[in-house]
């Protein structure tokens, strides 16, 4: 069982920045695939980011490329997600996620039902 908290989140202006993280402790870290995922009120849980067991290969939606980076420290069993240039569309629900199956397509990363372990969330709000 993987038990994920993140912290980090709260109240920012548009333009600023913020930095989630996911502890996942008690567990072979490296062993798992790791994610971040969000929902907005009203809206699905959408894809954010993803990286893989080693943090070699890393994955971005396309609303979050080039302002959010996703790392690891598998020596510290942590998942970071580095937030810039944030927009008021960036605000939800931020979830981290994982998984310890292979992921063989680099879709697999995208997908939320490959995910099977899930945090309690994080909220991020950016005001204009």
């Known amino acids: 069982q993987v038990r994920l908290v993140e912290s980090g989140g709260g109240l920012v202006q548009a333009g600023g920045s913020l930095k989630l993280s996911c502890p996942a402790p008690?567990?072979?870290?490296?062993?798992?695939?790791m994610g971040w995922f969000r929902q907005a009120p009203g809206k699905e849980r959408d894809f954010v980011a993803a990286?893989?067991?080693?943090?070699?290969?890393?994955y971005y939606g396309d609303s979050v490329k080039g302002r959010f980076t996703i790392s690891r420290d598998n020596a510290k069993n942590t998942v970071y997600l580095e937030m810039n240039s944030l927009k008021p569309e960036d605000t939800a629900v931020y979830y981290c996620a994982a998984n310890i199956r292979t992921f063989y397509r680099d879709t697999d990363y995208y997908r939320i039902e490959n995910y099977n372990y899930w945090g309690q969330g994080t909220q991020v709000t950016v005001s204009s």
């Open positions: 990286i893989s067991r080693s943090g070699v290969n890393r």
């Open positions: 008690g567990v072979t870290f490296n062993s798992y695939t």
